[in-house]
């Protein structure tokens, strides 16, 4: 059963547009929370991340909104840009504290930016 | 050289064969992790070493065999794989206390 879910494979924006990329989870002890980046022929990179004592993390043209009640978050990209067409996977973490648990990663999301 | 580099990138074997992928990492991290990611499914954990040891084995079939001999490096040895075991191999490091992972670019592995 997978507990960290991305529902669109794929999604289509238009230069200069927002994107919003969305992630469920299922598990309540997911306290951390992240976005990778993952180009063809490349490892993921991350992105963006969260803690589940916020809501709200901001990092350039990059935001990630948590919904504990919903188990949801989402990531904004605005303005999108051709070099942001990519693989988004979210990820998520029941750790103590540390790094050092292992993630739970989605399926991913193809964003096309469309010039 | 910096970041997580795999070798190799990619890798044919049949059934029979045995052979190791190997990840190092120069970034200073103390754990390390191997996943497994298959078409149109999410990354699976594999294996975690922190500090070298292996602190956690995700239900792995025996055929895989990880080894980590130092905080830097982290082999794993493939023998007698079936061809659903075909998928890209990507291993990654951290720092305890940092959730960032740095992922390595992957071996593209085809099980023939």
């Known amino acids: 059963d997978q507990q960290v879910k991305q529902n669109s494979p794929s999604l289509s924006v238009q230069e200069g547009r927002i994107s919003i990329l969305n992630c469920d989870y299922t598990?309540?002890?997911?306290?951390?929370f992240l976005w990778y980046k993952k180009y063809p022929a490349e490892g993921p990179t991350f992105l963006i991340s969260?803690?589940?004592?916020?809501d709200k993390n901001e990092d350039g043209r990059f935001t990630v909104f948590l919904n504990k009640s919903a188990k949801h978050l989402s990531l904004h990209i605005v303005p999108s840009q051709p070099g942001d067409s990519a693989v988004y996977f979210c990820?998520?973490?029941?750790?103590?504290?540390?790094?050092?648990?292992?993630?739970?990663f989605g399926k991913g999301t193809h964003l096309i930016i469309q010039p | 050289e910096t970041g997580v580099t795999q070798t190799p990138r990619h890798l044919v074997m049949g059934m029979t064969n045995k052979k190791s992928l190997k990840c190092e990492q120069h970034l200073g991290h103390n754990a390390m992790y191997w996943y497994k990611q298959s078409a149109k499914k999410p990354l699976e954990l594999m294996f975690v070493?922190?500090?070298?040891?292996?602190?956690e084995n995700n239900s792995v079939p025996s055929r895989f065999s990880p080894e980590c001999p130092n905080s830097s490096h982290l082999f794993l040895h493939l023998h007698t794989l079936q061809p659903e075991d075909s998928a890209l191999y990507l291993c990654?490091?951290?720092?305890?206390?940092?959730?960032?992972?740095?992922f390595g670019s992957g071996t593209r592995l085809t099980v023939v």
């Open positions: 990820a998520a973490s029941a750790g103590t504290g540390g790094g050092a648990d292992g993630l739970t």
């Open positions: 969260i803690s589940s004592i916020k």
């Open positions: 990654a490091s951290s720092q305890e206390g940092f959730y960032g992972y740095t």
């Open positions: 070493y922190n500090f070298k040891e292996q602190t």
């Open positions: 598990n309540s002890m997911f306290d951390y």
